[in-house]
């Protein structure tokens, strides 16, 4: 980001989008400040809707290379 010049955002830029994203969605206060420590303890809506798939026909296993 942006799109024509990638990885250009400093880090403190990318924080700073992270927060506003995170502000407009009513995640983090409008004067959160996000950094390495603050951004991991966003406490995401979904963070326990996520379930196991533990069907037998659900075993596939990731390929990106030579894959069958």
Sequence with gaps: MPMDRPQTLTANEVYAVSAYILNLNGLVPADAVMDA????????????????????????????????
């Design 37 to 68: 420590q603050s951004l991991p303890k966003v406490q995401m809506p979904n963070r326990n809707g996520f379930m196991v798939d533990d069907r037998p026909d659900a075993k596939a296993v990731r390929c990106m290379t030579d894959c069958k």
